[in-house]
C-alpha cells in the first residue's frame, strides 16, 4: 500500500535559518507527492506537488522539494524561515484505483519559528 | 474563483447527539471528499463521490456515519449518534485534474 512517513512530529528553527521538513514515501507505482500547509483553524493549503516532470519542485512562498527515488524522499526545503512559515505540514502521496483517486497523508510536522 | 465553503466553522454538542456538516465544492468540480483530522494525525479519508455517486466509503463508519450529495454539488455528511472519539475536524476537499482543494474544516467538540 501507498503510505508516506513524515520524520518529526515537531521542528524548531530560527527566522532566517534553513527549514527543512521529511517526508519519506512507499509504493509499487511511480508516486504522485504533494506538500500542504495548514495554518491555525483553517483548511490545507496546496504548498507543492511532484507529478514526475522534473524532480526539484518549486512552490508558493519560496518553498522546494526535491524528488529521490534512489533515497524514496520527497524532502521539503526553505532557505530562510520566515515567522509566518509557522504552521503544519503535510505530506501526501495520491493513491489511484478503479474509478477512485485519494490523498494519503502523513501524521504532519509542525514548524515553530523563532525570532 | 470561490473556494470550497463548508458550516458550521465549529460545532458542540453532547454524545448520542446527532450533528450534520455541509460543504460546497468549487463550481464544476466532479469529484467531492470528506475527510476527517483527529488532533496531531493528518486527514483520514472517510468518502468520495464523483458526481452524486459514492467511488468510495470503505474507512466511512456506516453503523454512524452517512453522507449524501444530491444533484452532484453540494454534499453534507451526518453524524448519529456522535461518539466522544468523533472530536476533530471535518475536512471537505473537490478535486480538480490531480489536485484536492480544501474548505476550512468543521471542528467538532463531543462532550
Known amino acids: 500500500a501507498q503510505s508516506v512517513t513524515q520524520l518529526g512530529s515537531h521542528v524548531s528553527v530560527s527566522e532566517g535559518a534553513l527549514v527543512l521538513l521529511r517526508c519519506n514515501y512507499s509504493?509499487?507505482?511511480?508516486?504522485?507527492l504533494f506538500w500542504y500547509v495548514q495554518y491555525p483553524n483553517q483548511g490545507l493549503q496546496l504548498l507543492l506537488k511532484y507529478t514526475s516532470a522534473a524532480t526539484l519542485v518549486k512552490g508558493i512562498n519560496g518553498f522546494e522539494a526535491e524528488f529521490k527515488k534512489s533515497e524514496t524522499s520527497f524532502h521539503l526545503t526553505k532557505p530562510s524561515a520566515h515567522m509566518s512559515d509557522a504552521a503544519e505540514y503535510f505530506c501526501?502521496?495520491?493513491?489511484?484505483?478503479?474509478?477512485?483517486?485519494?490523498?494519503?497523508f502523513g501524521t504532519g510536522t509542525r514548524l515553530l519559528v523563532s525570532p | 474563483e470561490a473556494g470550497v465553503a463548508q458550516s458550521p466553522r465549529y460545532k458542540i454538542i453532547e454524545k448520542r447527539q446527532s450533528v450534520a456538516f455541509w460543504c460546497n465544492p468549487i463550481?464544476?468540480?466532479?469529484?467531492l471528499y470528506w475527510y476527517q483530522q483527529i488532533l496531531g494525525q493528518g486527514p483520514k479519508l472517510l468518502i468520495q463521490?464523483?458526481?452524486?455517486?459514492?467511488?468510495?466509503d470503505s474507512q466511512l463508519p456506516k453503523d454512524r456515519f452517512s453522507a449524501e450529495r444530491l444533484k452532484g454539488v453540494d454534499s453534507t455528511l451526518k453524524i448519529q449518534p456522535a461518539k466522544l472519539e468523533d472530536s476533530a475536524v471535518y475536512l471537505c476537499?473537490?478535486?480538480?485534474?490531480?489536485?484536492?482543494?480544501f474548505g476550512p474544516g468543521t471542528r467538532l467538540t463531543v462532550t
Open positions: 476537499a473537490s478535486r480538480g485534474g490531480r489536485e484536492q482543494y
Open positions: 509504493s509499487s507505482v511511480p508516486p504522485y
Open positions: 501526501a502521496v495520491s493513491v489511484t484505483g478503479t474509478g477512485f483517486q485519494k490523498l494519503v
Open positions: 463521490f464523483q458526481n452524486n455517486g459514492v467511488v468510495d
Open positions: 463550481s464544476g468540480h466532479a469529484t
